[in-house]
C-alpha cells in the first residue's frame, strides 16, 4: 500500500510533501498525522495572536494641531485598548494645541512633548502649514500667489524632517500620520477654499516618503477620508465627513480616523472567540481569548462560564454612523460565541440571567457576534469605562485649552500674572486680533475657558491619571453564566 500525504500550512503557505511512505505501518502513520494535524491547529490558532503596538506601561503623546487637541479620535483608539487590553496599562497623552503648526511644535518640542518622557510619539500636522487663507478665492490672481503657496509647502517639509529627528532621538519610538482632508468637493456653506486638499495631499506624499526614508509605521486619513467623501457626496452633494467648516471632523469622521489607526498598526480583531464543545476541554481548545468552564448540556438546555479576556468595544452613540462607511466591526469588534453539536431548535440566550436574544440552532453553530448586542454585561462594563474616559478626554481638554492660551496668547511676563492681569490682556487681545474673524466666537469662550480653569490647572491634571487607575480596574475580566434554552 503506497500513500503520499500533503500538508499545506496556509499561515506561510510552504508545503510539506513527504516521499512516498511503502513501509510505515498503519499504527506510525496514524500517529504521526495527529501530530502533525496539532501542529497545523496551533498555527492556525496562533494567527489570531496580534500583539498590540503600544505595550503595558507605555506613554503615548498624540501630537498635533486643533484636530489632535480635540482628542476624540485617539480617545477611540484609548478605549479600544482599554477595552481590548484590560491587563495592558497604555497612558495616552494629548499634546495637541489648536492652529499649530510645524513650526510651533519646535518651540514647544521640550516644554509640552518630551517633558513627558514618551515611548512612543504620534504626529499629525499640516492643516495650517498649507496656510489655507492663500487659497481664498479673492486671492486667485494675486501677483506670486503661487510662490506663496510653494513656500508654506517647503516649510512645512523642513520643519517636518527636523521634528521627525527630534522626535526620534533618545530611542523613541514614532508613529506619522497623514494629515486629515479639507473638504473641498462638498456643497457646504463654508467658502470653498479650492486646492487646500491638494496641497494636504502634498503633504501626506511627504509623510510617506520619511516613513520610507527612516523605516517607520504611518497611518493614511488623508485616503479613506477622501474616498468616503466621494462616496457619500455622490448620493448627497452635501453630506461630508468632515464637519462644516471643512476642516474638523465630527464624531463620525474621528471614528474612521480611529480605524484607520487601529487597523494600520495591527490591532486585534477578536474580543473573543468562544466556542462550545462537547467538554471543557474541547471548548477551550477550540476557543481563542477566553476560559470555558463548568459546561452542562441537559435536556437541550446549554450552560457554562465563561471569563474573556477584553470586553467589546463601545461605540459611541455619535458616532454610530460611521459603521455604515468603515468595516470596523467585521475587521475590529468580533465576540463571537459558537455551540458545537446543537440540536435543531429555537434558542433564548441568557447571560447572568440577562435575557440577551433568540438565535436559531443555525446560528448559533454559525457564530453570533455579542459585541452587537448593548445588553450583555460586557458590554455594560465596557460602557462605563468609556464614560470614564469621556471624562478623561474633556479633563484633557480643558488642560489642553490652558496650554494653548499661554502658549500662543500670553507672553512670557504675563503667564503667572494676576487673574484680572491676564483678563484685561486677553480682551485687548481679543478685540484687536479677532474682533473681525469668523473665529471670534470660537477664542471668546477660549479665553473664557482659560480664566475660569486656570486656577484649577493642578486640580485637573492630577485627575487624569486617577481616572486612567480607575478605567483599567474597571475593566478587569470576570466570568459569566452563559444559559441556552430552547424554546417552541
Same mark, same amino acid.
Given at each position: ?10 499561515? *506561510? ?64 483608539? @484609548? ?7 484590560? *491587563? ?105 477654499? $479650492? ?11 511627504? /509623510?510617506?516618503?520619511?516613513? @520610507?526614508?527612516? /523605516?517607520?509605521? $504611518? ?9 468616503? @467623501? ?10 461630508? $465627513? ?30 473573543? *472567540? ?49 459603521? *455604515? ?15 458545537? @453539536? ?26 453570533? /457576534? ?49 487673574? /484680572? ?68
Amino acid at each position: 500500500m503506497i500513500i503520499r500525504i500533503i500538508f499545506i500550512k496556509f499561515s *506561510d503557505y510552504v508545503f510539506f510533501d513527504s516521499s512516498t511512505i511503502s513501509t510505515m505501518n498503519r499504527t506510525s502513520l496514524i500517529f504521526k498525522i495527529v501530530f502533525l494535524l496539532l501542529i497545523f491547529r496551533h498555527a492556525i490558532s496562533a494567527q489570531r495572536v496580534i500583539e498590540p503596538v503600544f505595550k503595558d506601561g507605555d506613554k503615548v503623546c498624540f501630537v498635533g494641531n486643533s484636530i489632535t487637541n480635540n482628542g476624540q479620535f485617539y480617545n477611540f483608539v @484609548n478605549l479600544y485598548y482599554a477595552t481590548r487590553y484590560p *491587563d495592558r496599562k497604555v497612558t495616552f497623552i494629548n499634546c495637541g494645541i489648536s492652529g499649530d503648526v510645524t513650526g510651533g511644535i519646535l518651540n514647544r518640542m521640550d516644554s509640552d512633548i518630551l517633558i513627558h518622557k514618551p515611548d512612543w510619539c504620534v504626529l499629525m500636522i499640516g492643516m495650517n502649514d498649507v496656510n489655507r487663507s492663500l487659497y481664498s478665492g479673492s486671492r486667485l490672481n494675486e501677483p506670486g500667489i503661487e510662490k506663496k503657496k510653494q513656500q508654506a509647502l517647503d516649510l512645512y517639509c523642513r520643519n517636518l524632517e527636523t521634528i521627525v529627528r527630534k522626535l526620534r532621538e533618545d530611542g523613541r519610538k514614532l508613529i506619522l500620520q497623514k494629515p486629515s482632508i479639507y473638504d473641498q468637493t462638498g456643497n457646504q456653506t463654508t467658502e470653498n477654499l $479650492i486646492g487646500v486638499n491638494d496641497a494636504l495631499k502634498k503633504c501626506a506624499d511627504f /509623510n510617506e516618503q520619511l516613513a @520610507n526614508k527612516y /523605516n517607520l509605521p $504611518i497611518v493614511d486619513y488623508w485616503t479613506i477620508l477622501t474616498g468616503i @467623501n466621494k462616496t457619500i457626496q455622490q448620493r448627497d452633494p452635501a453630506a461630508t $465627513i468632515i464637519g462644516a467648516d471643512r476642516v474638523h471632523p465630527g464624531a463620525q469622521g474621528h471614528l474612521v480616523m480611529a480605524y484607520e489607526f487601529l487597523r494600520s498598526t495591527g490591532a486585534q480583531k477578536y474580543v473573543s *472567540d468562544i466556542v462550545v464543545g462537547k467538554t471543557d476541554a474541547e471548548s477551550n481548545k477550540l476557543s481563542f481569548n477566553c476560559v470555558v468552564k463548568n459546561l452542562i448540556r441537559n435536556n437541550g438546555a446549554i450552560e457554562f462560564s465563561v471569563r474573556e479576556n477584553s470586553l467589546p468595544f463601545p461605540v459611541d452613540e455619535s458616532a454610530e454612523p460611521a459603521l *455604515d462607511l468603515v468595516n470596523f466591526t467585521n475587521e475590529l469588534n468580533q465576540q463571537i460565541l459558537k455551540v458545537k @453539536n446543537v440540536p435543531a431548535d429555537q434558542y433564548q440566550l441568557f447571560i447572568d440571567s440577562i435575557r440577551i436574544g433568540s438565535f436559531s440552532s443555525v446560528e448559533l453553530q454559525k457564530g453570533v /457576534n455579542l459585541s452587537l448586542f448593548k445588553n450583555t454585561p460586557q458590554y455594560q462594563q465596557a460602557l462605563k469605562i468609556m464614560d470614564l474616559y469621556n471624562e478623561y478626554r474633556k479633563n484633557q481638554l480643558l488642560y489642553r485649552n490652558i496650554v494653548t492660551i499661554q502658549i500662543h496668547h500670553l507672553p512670557d511676563t504675563l503667564k503667572n500674572a494676576e487673574r /484680572n492681569v491676564q483678563e484685561a490682556f486677553l480682551s485687548r487681545r481679543l478685540e484687536e486680533k479677532y474682533k473681525t474673524s469668523p473665529q471670534y466666537v470660537y477664542y471668546t469662550n477660549q479665553f473664557k475657558s482659560y480664566l475660569a480653569n486656570k486656577n484649577k490647572e493642578k486640580e485637573i491634571r492630577d485627575a487624569m491619571p486617577e481616572i486612567i487607575e480607575k478605567a483599567y480596574s474597571s475593566g478587569k475580566p470576570a466570568f459569566h453564566t452563559f444559559k441556552l434554552i430552547p424554546y417552541p
